[in-house]
Nanobody, 123 residues
Framework: QVQLVESGGGLVEPGGSLRLSCAAS????????MGWYLQAPGKQRELVAIISTSGNTRYADSVKGRFTISRDNAKNTVYLQMNSLKPEDTAVYYC?????????????????WGQGTQVTVSS
């Protein structure tokens, strides 16, 4: 019913930049908070950044000043601009969104995840 499709990952040298995108599609009535999480090998998934419908943001301390999250509500898309990348940023990055389905417009928002996109920072 709902798909989150990420793009923009890849291999970049330390100090470089990448921009991740995540587009939500399907039977969507409305979207609440959207965000990005990362999961490094052998570790738990952790928050990178989240953004509310009105544009309020919250970042992990490790990415403050380097990463910027934004969204286009008309396109149901969230972005993550990653600058000054470090080797420790290497991970699979997952998009998350809290979505209310068009078939159940009065229901609570449910959490949906993308399939993940690999980001590797290495020289």
């Amino acid at each position: 019913q709902v798909q989150l499709v990420e793009s923009g990952g890849g291999l970049v040298e330390p100090g470089g930049s990448l921009r991740l995108s995540c587009a939500a599609s399907g039977s969507i009535f409305s979207i609440n908070t959207m965000g990005w999480y990362l999961q490094a090998p052998g570790k738990q998934r952790e928050l990178v950044a989240i953004i509310s419908t009105s544009g309020n943001t919250r970042y992990a301390d490790s990415v403050k000043g380097r990463f910027t999250i934004s969204r286009d509500n008309a396109k149901n898309t969230v972005y993550l601009q990653m600058n000054s990348l470090k080797p420790e940023d290497t991970a699979v990055y997952y998009c998350n969104a809290y979505i209310r389905l068009a078939t159940r417009p009065l229901s609570e928002y449910s959490s949906y995840w993308g399939q993940g996109t690999q980001v590797t920072v290495s020289s």
